[in-house]
């Protein structure tokens, strides 16, 4: 489109990247903290270098500043620095050496219980706690922080991948960390400086002409632009060794059998034990 | 701490924003994407000028950019222009006028439906998708994207609000919409240039003593630092004409009556309508 701002090279390359040229959008504004967000990559090893002085503050100090659902502030973040730790984290996770191996490891909470304590010191009942709402609302409030907490570390050069696996075992990740009733690790985050082997490059998604609608739900389920995003995921998973070659493939092992899901199943019934009723 | 990065007079006068002089954090490392994140206020007043061309294709490579759970790209996002459906829109939000002022109304969706579409093409059952589990993830993949979105808005100058009222009748949002099954608004979002009036400021939070924790979960109730953060908020209110004074008041108001969700303890039978299960 003539209208939007000419593309720059660096833009071209970062959007080329992101969508390869079948998926190509149009070229809009840009500026440094947008290309850092664009070339974001998860990356699964770290050199044993430290995060500079005063990262984590940095990083906790963006997470708070995201917006927070009637500023009920559900986040706490836990830096777990303990290697013994660590160690049994990352077999809960399947065995996912980066978590011992990142100078940074933060589990996010949904913490539920600091305001539980105001409840229990007031004594009002807090009739809003044991709802789906609630509960959903606490998890995207955490997912917001994270996620600037993801952009201000990757902004200053650090890499970093979210480790969902903490809830593989919810109730050990919980006990491991100390964890009072109506708390939650969500996500775990390690952070560092990528090793050369685990760089990796950007991960081509979905044209956006799959994702974005206008005005309602287009319901064309647009096989030509998945079939051509089928072939950007084959040619990125050809470089990279991964197992499934395209993105239906992948959404096929992913999705289809219930033992992808590593007994998560059971995240109602380890919630419960952990104090949320998610009615 | 003498090891950090020394605080520029603006990285420090952002930190009192966020923070007050009772809660400031040590100063770490610092750039303009940071700044711009510390910067963050929701706003709840639009200017009629357009957001700049190209504004939401930059701000969907950003949301794309972000991680996305095992690849599966759970997010669609319907930019709603329609201003009859934006109406009826701020009507279901309980009378946010914002939503038809902002040049940019963004409705976030977890999308189950495109992944249920290769299901059937592929006549593969997939087990994973009636969980309390994935229905979680496809909340945080939309929470990751959308964050990553207002990041890339505000960077340019744009400010934004999340409306979670949305929920407040997920059946009526899809319904006009056009929603498919297993197809959800999280959230919306406006976007656009604040009014001076609705420019606001930043808004303060809990200090990093009460949200971070080093190994183990801190139960220390820390009162002090509590009874600290509520005086922030108080002045804080004072000056906004808030009704809460104080944010433990804030909070016994929000969490305490079941009135305060505006009906959206339905959300388990609205989500069962919509084709989620949860289990």
């Known amino acids: 489109m003539d209208s939007l701002t000419p593309a720059t090279s660096s833009q071209k390359e970062a959007l080329l990247r992101r969508y390869g040229a079948s998926g190509l959008p149009a070229a809009g504004p840009w500026n440094e903290a947008i290309a850092a967000m664009l070339d974001h990559r998860s990356v699964r090893g770290y050199k044993p270098d430290p995060v500079p002085p005063g990262t984590l503050e940095t990083m906790v100090a963006a997470a708070q500043s995201a917006a927070t659902s009637s500023n009920m502030q559900w986040t706490s973040v836990i830096a777990v620095s303990d290697p013994a730790k660590k160690k049994v984290l ?73 480790i969902g696996a903490m809830r593989n075992d919810p109730e050990r990740v919980a006990a491991l960390l100390g964890l009072p009733k109506q708390s939650f690790v969500v996500f775990g985050l390690c952070v560092g400086y990528a090793t050369a082997e685990a760089a990796g490059e950007v991960k081509p998604r979905l044209p956006q002409s799959i994702v974005v609608h206008h005005d309602a739900y287009d319901g064309d389920a647009k096989a030509a632009e998945r079939k051509a995003y ?50």
């Open 90 to 162: 990352a077999e809960i996770a399947g065995n996912q050496k980066h978590i011992e191996q990142c100078p940074l490891y933060l589990c996010w909470v949904a913490d539920m219980t600091r305001n539980a304590v105001i409840s229990a010191e007031q004594k009002v009942d807090f009739e809003t706690m044991p709802w789906l709402e609630t509960f959903m609302v606490a998890c995207i409030d955490v997912a917001l922080a994270a996620q600037n907490a993801v952009v201000a570390a990757e902004s200053i050069g650090l890499r970093t991948v979210y």
């Open 230 to 279: 089928d072939g950007e995921m084959a040619t990125f998973a050809a470089r990279h060794e991964m197992q499934a070659s395209t993105w239906t493939q992948r959404v096929l092992n992913r999705l289809g059998p219930l033992k992808s899901m590593n007994g998560r199943e059971r995240m109602r019934v380890a919630l419960k034990t952990l104090g949320f009723e998610v009615r």
